[in-house]
């Protein structure tokens, strides 16, 4: 894995680099990591995509997205991620689903495949926050890799109150009115907006419960991390209350101009 892999993943789950080979340790028990999935079937259903469309999921993780893609709708799906471990998760997984012909998964740094021109029907952007900056700088690298009139779907949010956010990796985050403004600059067409913060409360509380257990589990086993694996979870904690507090949760599909 190369240190250019390493940095994107640790900034966007907030682990840092003594705790990154224990991730898959203390994410176990969770497939989807952290995105609206069953919002996003749904809204993808509604698009009348036929059963031959090419879907990229960015940031796939285990797949949890792709997997259920392809097993409802028949899609074939390309899952883009930095982890090995959580890749092989998603393999695993694409067999138990049967539809292990439908999903390709790579490992790879989506700040590099995004490099490259693709003709996708349909991209998604999952629970990935600002991994490639603002919502401006990220619709505009995720219309390259979709065809004319192809759809993106961006599971992320927008601030309640304030105008910004100063926290680590939160700094995309803006009110209403600007998010709207950064997710049409290109003069796309807003198809449809989903509140998911009832959805992403349950989540996160999931979430925090199986991170705990495994985060004591480890603990015992690996004493020598204590701070590292407490620091981890009072991190994971206060994501989760500015999420719940500060942040209204909205899953956006926009179709591309």
Known sequence: MSTDIERSISDSLEVNDVLLPHL?????????????????????????????????????????VSI??????????????????????AKKKSVEYKVSQLC???????????????????????????IFGSFGH??????????????MIIDDGFLRKSDSHKRKGY???????TTLQELLAFNDHLIKEVSTSAVSKK????????IRKRGYELIQKLPE???EIRSYIRL????????????????????KG
């Not at 893609?69 to 998760?89: C, Q, R, S, T, W």
């Not at 505009?140 to 759809?151: D, E, N």
């Not at 989540?203 to 199986?210: L, R, S, W």
Request: aromatic share 10%.
């Open 203 to 210: 989540i996160n509380e999931e979430y925090m419960n199986f």
């Open 24 to 64: 898959p340790l203390l994410l176990q028990d969770l497939w989807v990591l952290g995105s609206s999935v069953d919002q996003i079937l749904e809204v993808v259903g509604t698009l009348g995509l036929p059963n031959d469309s090419k879907v990229l999921d960015l940031g796939c993780g285990k797949g949890g």
């Open 171 to 177: 700094e995309h985050y803006k009110n209403y009115e």
């Open 68 to 89: 259920q893609l392809a097993a409802k709708y028949g899609f074939h799906v390309v899952g883009i991620d930095g982890m090995i471990p959580f890749l092989n998760e």
């Open 225 to 227: 991390l204590e701070n």
């Open 104 to 130: 390709e998964f790579i490992n790879q740094d989506i700040n590099e495949f995004v490099l490259q021109e693709h003709e996708f029907d349909l991209v998604i952007l999952a629970a990935l926050g600002g």
């Open 236 to 255: 994971q904690e206060e994501e989760c209350e500015v999420l719940e507090n500060e942040i209204e949760g909205a899953l956006w599909v926009i179709q």
């Open 138 to 151: 990220s619709v505009g690298k995720l219309r390259t890799q979709i065809r004319s009139g192809g759809y």
